[in-house]
């Protein structure tokens, strides 16, 4: 009988027993020596919460508004790519899970299963973007998402180019056959998902079609094709945060950014 999963821990530790090492290395691993991820960790694992007491309260409701939209707690679910290695639902099944807790889901540009498909689930939906050396995709993407119902979009910043992976690079990582970054069009979709002898494929096609050269000029075209929220996702010096709310403050505030 199975042990039941009472925690994320518990989760994490079934499913590597179950996952061949490339899948299971590909999800847990990050770039080079892993330092940042380690220190992300740690960092999490050093905010506590500081609970006043003798308030009399006897129900707590912990719900908030995201990006314009009702959450049942302050988190969001963050966009990760390829669900469907881990399972055949893929990010079918977390928008499920997202819906029934009543928190936004962020779907992933390189999702394995279709925008169209996630968003029929319900629930609150947000889409993930990168910016692709071809504008014509991405703005397609935008419509489809506009379309799909889409509360947000989120445009990752920080990731000109995929970091050096040393797992993925030692196991030789490509995606099997079958999953794809789905709401791409079959070249470009082909190209991420391609095997590389030698070298983790998703990391080598992923680096041909992402913009590398992305700049704020970038930012504001994206702004203009779209009236959904724009959220950032990895400002990390207070100057580019500075930078951001002088834009914002030249626009007059308007569509929340």
């Known amino acids: 009988m199975a042990e039941p999963l009472l925690s994320v821990r518990d989760a994490e530790q079934a499913a590597a027993g179950l996952l061949p090492r490339d899948v299971r290395d590909f999800v847990a691993g990050g770039s080079e020596a892993e330092v940042t991820l380690a220190a992300n960790r740690a960092a999490l694992d050093a905010v506590f919460l500081t609970p006043r007491v003798l308030a009399g309260i006897t129900a707590c409701d912990p719900g908030t508004m995201l990006v ?70 991405v703005a397609d993407l935008i419509q489809r998402a506009e379309a799909a119902g889409c509360r947000a979009l989120m445009l990752t910043v920080d990731v000109p180019r995929m970091g050096r ?60 094709r779209t009236r959904l929220p724009l959220v950032l996702k990895g400002i990390l010096h207070p100057a580019d945060a500075q930078h951001h709310r002088a834009a914002r403050r030249l626009r007059g505030g308007e569509r929340p950014v």
């Open 165 to 224: 992976r040393l797992r993925d690079m030692r196991n030789g990582f490509a995606l099997p056959a079958g999953i794809t970054a789905a709401n791409l069009r079959d070249d470009t979709a082909t190209m991420v998902g391609g095997t590389s002898a030698g070298s983790p494929g998703v990391a080598v096609h992923t680096n041909q079609v992402f913009e590398p050269s992305l700049s704020w000029a970038d930012v504001s075209w994206l702004r203009e």
């Open 68 to 137: 314009g939209c009702r959450s049942a707690q302050p988190v969001a679910v963050a966009p990760m790519s390829y669900q469907r290695l881990i399972h055949p639902e893929g990010e079918i099944g977390l928008a499920r899970a997202a819906r029934e807790a009543g928190i936004p889901l962020t779907l992933s540009m390189m999702s394995s299963c279709l925008l169209e498909e996630v968003a029929a689930v319900g629930g609150t939906l947000w889409l993930q973007l990168y910016l692709l050396r071809d504008r014509g995709q």
